[in-house]
């Protein structure tokens, strides 16, 4: 009688254990998911500043040559 209870008792434990082991298992699932998709938010704000960047470097540049012809016809 005690064997058996022992047993189901075992059985029981094993049952929890493989359950909560399942929800860890789902909840790293979502947290990598997660994880991905914040990381990619990131690259892609990292690709629009460095765009921007480019745009204003592009304009600045513009600007200079401007101003040099300007220096040269006026000289």
Known sequence: MAQMQ????????NSKKA?????????????EKKKEEY??????KITLVH?????????VE???DEDLLKDEFAA
């Open 19 to 31: 359950s909560v082991k399942s929800q860890l298992k789902k909840l790293n699932e979502q947290i």
């Open 51 to 59: 765009k921007q960047a480019e745009e204003k470097r592009a304009m």
């Open 39 to 44: 990381e990619e938010r990131i690259k892609n």
């Open 6 to 13: 022992l047993a189901d008792v075992s059985a029981w434990e």
């Open 62 to 64: 513009s600007k200079q």
